[in-house]
């Protein structure tokens, strides 16, 4: 969430409209969110068959969306008119002679799903002059995490950071996927404050038992039955999930054990800002960190770097589940 979506929606909530509102982006969550803002909330339900008025771009010319937003309010003080698919509409940029000058008693939202308007073209320089420009960005793989855990917060519905990190696994940077996916829990537990393995394997269908989070657990935890049991799934499924993911999901488990051995003896809340994690799995990583001495964790780190290279055909003829299985074993043997 930018600081431009932040400090726009902080002035509709405040009702304070600016007279022009432009919205672009491939990442459609966000655009949603502002379009049924506007459809639903700036105008009273008895004020809306008057003075709503929603256009799309493949069917409108530039001219009518001028002449909607020039005609007068119906017994308002303002109308709301919003155009959808704007790339769509050709004369896009004749737009701009109305920005310029916009009508006070219109609040006009453009919406140009999909894509960026061409930020050197004067449609954007007066809708940031006149108003706001919103550009909803995708959100990058390595971000998605975070994103849902600070998803959870907004909603009051703790997701820890294993919880986001199978989330973002396995539903991808979907935004709308993954909150749909979320509220489909708490609808079925509405009274559970906290997204556990548990519920997001009973209600949305992701396997605790084989998840790539839990296989550099079972390693370091000695739970030999387990990881293989893992190994052959992963080997067997190979689809299920990448060998850089799983790559990925051993070193920063290793990394934090790293990181604990240089924690003992301090407060157990400071131990969990450090590892940005929350208590419940620091005393896990403290318990690893004391099966796993300093040197050992080091080799271990040093052979997952080794094999990110080859995972992406760096030095590598192998294939990926040859690849894992070795990777498996070296790190047993250390």
């Known amino acids: 969430m930018t600081a431009e979506y932040k400090k726009m929606m902080q002035a509709l ?51 009518d969306v001028v002449n909607s937003c020039r005609r007068f309010p119906m017994f308002a003080e303002r109308q709301v008119v919003i155009l959808k698919d704007a790339a769509q509409m050709r004369g896009f940029n004749e737009l701009a002679g109305y920005l310029e000058n916009p009508s006070p008693t219109t609040v006009l939202l453009i919406e140009h799903r999909f894509k960026k308007a061409d930020g050197r073209s004067k449609v954007v320089k007066y809708a940031k002059e006149k108003g706001f420009h919103f550009t909803s960005d995708k959100i990058k793989d390595d971000h998605v995490p975070g994103w849902i855990q600070g998803y959870g917060h907004e909603i009051k519905f703790e997701i820890g950071e294993r919880e986001s990190q199978i989330l973002a696994t396995y539903l991808g940077n979907d935004l ?23 519920l997001i394997q009973k209600y949305i269908g992701i396997s605790r038992e084989y998840n790539v989070f839990e296989f550099p657990e079972a390693l370091t935890n ?3 039955d387990k990881l293989y049991r893992m190994l052959s799934y992963f080997v067997a499924n190979p ?18 054990i790293y990181q604990a051995h240089f924690l003992h003896g301090k407060p157990e809340k400071e131990q969990a800002a450090a590892l ?6 620091v005393r896990e990583i403290m318990s690893a960190a004391a099966r796993w001495p300093l040197p050992k964790v080091e080799e271990s780190l040093m052979i997952l770097g080794n094999y990110s290279t080859k995972a992406v055909g760096i030095d590598n003829t192998a294939g990926d589940t040859e690849l894992l299985k070795e990777l498996v074993g070296r790190l047993e043997s250390i």
């Not at 689809?239 to 934090?256: D, Q, T």
């Open 176 to 198: 709308q996927k993954i909150v749909n996916e979320i509220e489909k829990v708490r609808i079925n537990v509405p009274d559970e404050p906290r997204l556990t393995a548990d």
């Open 239 to 256: 689809k299920s999930a990448p060998i850089v993911l799983i790559i990925g999901s051993f070193y920063n488990h290793f990394n934090r």
């Open 13 to 63: 909530q405040a009702k304070q409209y600016a007279p022009v509102y432009l919205i672009d982006g491939e990442e459609a969550f966000y655009l949603d969110i502002i379009t049924n803002y506007f459809e639903e909330q700036i105008l009273p339900p008895h004020e809306r068959d008057f003075n709503l008025m929603v256009l799309y771009g493949k069917d409108v010319e530039w001219a």
């Open 222 to 224: 000695g739970d030999k």
């Open 276 to 281: 940005g994690t929350y208590p419940s799995r």
